[in-house]
C-alpha cells in the first residue's frame, strides 16, 4: 500500500471515525470532545507511521544475508 495514497486515505478515515466515536461516545467527561481527537489523531498517525515501516523493506533489492 502506497504512503498518502487513496487506500491509505480511505483506511485513514474509516480509523479516525471508529476511533472518535468509539472515544466520544463512551466518555463521560467534561472533555470528552478533545480527548475523542487526540486519540483519533493518534490513532491515525500510528497506522501511517506502521504503514511507513512496513513499506520501507518492501522492495528491498538487497535483504539480509542469512535471514532465518
Do not use: C, W
Amino acid at each position: 500500500m502506497k504512503l498518502l495514497g487513496r487506500n491509505h486515505i480511505i483506511i485513514s478515515i474509516i480509523t479516525f471515525t471508529i476511533l472518535f466515536l468509539m472515544n466520544y461516545l463512551g466518555n463521560e467527561e467534561a472533555d470528552k470532545m478533545e480527548r475523542a481527537l487526540m486519540t483519533a489523531f493518534a490513532g491515525v498517525i500510528g497506522l501511517s507511521i506502521g504503514l511507513f515501516i512496513l513499506n520501507k523493506g518492501k522492495d528491498d533489492k538487497n535483504p539480509p544475508q542469512n535471514f532465518d
